[in-house]
């Protein structure tokens, strides 16, 4: 999955101007449980990489990146997002953001909504709705999303499970008005009350799951699956990677000569690389993904001559496929040579070497 690589104060001003300039941002919230779950399911990591903004959302992923060198420094929960907009715009005397909760057990979404509002803060909810149990389309009538709109909300949040919770946004994101949209499932419970969040040395020594079965004994099961996927990926993949990365690190001419073109070819848009593609080239690389973003054409990776690939290209290269999957447009990675596939399945993205018709 791709991340951004924003702060907790960074990630809040991102929604403060969007939902100021009623601007679309679909905020996407993966922690441990997100990632483990996108390795099989492709609709779910979809809605992750078709997202305007990704957070890292869980300390296990925090760790991982450290240990490969990625320069994600900071863990920014959707929770501790969600109090910093009340606190930050309480502080500068900004107008509340209208918030409508949507989701939750019964009842819990009306105390979210009266807890709220029983004391000034930087956002004020203005509805919340429980739809039960059911499909995403009897979760979807039209009755419940003009009772959305009608609120003009800036923030709707969801909670419906997550997978459930990123399908339900994805199926109706057009039809809704509200500019910041995301799945924040925990955070109904902490605002209602109903669940009580860990305390600040937990969140950041990744103990937070133990508080969170303590409140939630159901969630055992989840933490258990989670923690015994994520000891096969680090014996599969993060060391793996890790090695790799090390052994293989491409010279600096690697990258500084590397060919990142577009061009038509017989009907198709093709991309063109070779040497190396990575953190050094991306204000290269960027625009050209731009460029072959704008057409409808099917789209043809050419990486005959390309020699190796990290995770910040690899992300942007994410970002085009997700595209190309919400338009149902061709995608094809072509010669790869097996160097090159290895780095990309470490990676966890050998998906992109699957074409898509």
């Keep these: 999955m791709p991340f951004d690589r924003v702060s907790l104060g960074q990630a809040a001003g991102i929604l403060q101007r969007a939902a100021s300039e009623r601007r679309r941002c679909f905020l996407s919230t993966p922690n441990l449980n997100f990632a483990v779950a996108c390795l099989d399911d492709a609709a779910f990591r979809h809605s992750v990489i078709q997202s305007d903004l ?20 900071e863990r920014v929960a959707g929770s501790s997002l969600f109090q910093a907009l009340r606190e930050q715009r309480m502080e500068n005397g900004q107008a509340p953001l209208r918030v409508y909760f949507f989701g939750g057990p ?3 979404a009306q105390a979210a909504d009266e807890k709220l ?17 059911g499909s995403i389309e009897e979760m979807s009538p039209p009755q419940a999303l003009a009772h959305i709109n009608d609120s003009r909300a800036d923030f709707l949040v969801v909670a419906l499970g997550a997978k459930k919770g990123q399908a339900w946004i994805q199926h109706n994101l057009v039809q809704l008005r509200a500019p910041v949209v995301s799945h924040l499932g925990a955070v109904v419970n902490f605002v209602a009350g109903t669940v009580s969040r860990a305390p600040r040395w937990a969140q950041k020594t990744g103990l937070e799951w133990l508080w969170r079965i303590k409140e939630e004994p159901k969630l055992w099961r989840r933490y258990f699956d989670d923690g015994m996927a994520l000891l096969r990926l680090l014996a599969t993949r993060v060391l793996p990677c890790i ?30 690389f070779s040497g190396a593609l990575g953190q050094a080239n991306l204000a290269r690389l960027r625009p050209v993904l731009a460029q072959a973003a704008q057409g409808d054409a099917p789209l043809v990776l050419d990486c005959t001559r390309l020699q190796y690939i990290d995770s910040a290209a690899l992300a942007q290269l994410m970002l085009l496929y997700g595209d190309c999957v919400r338009r149902g447009r061709p995608w094809a990675i072509i010669n790869a040579s097996a160097s ?18």
Excluded at 54 to 73: E, N
Excluded at 246 to 262: M, V
Excluded at 348 to 357: E, F, G, P, S, T
């Design 54 to 73: 990704s957070i890292a959302d869980g300390m296990p992923l925090v760790w991982i990146a450290r240990a490969l060198g990625l320069p994600i420094k």
């Design 340 to 357: 090159l596939r290895r780095q990309i399945t470490l990676h966890c993205a050998d998906y992109l070497l699957q074409a898509r018709a």
């Design 117 to 133: 509002n029983a004391t000034p803060s930087g956002l004020r909810s203005v509805g919340y709705a429980s739809p039960g149990f």
């Design 243 to 272: 090695w790799e990365s090390r052994r293989h690190r491409p010279a600096a001419a690697l990258l500084d000569e590397a060919e990142i073109r577009c061009r038509l070819d017989g009907g198709d848009c093709e991309l063109l």
């Design 106 to 108: 019964p009842g819990v």
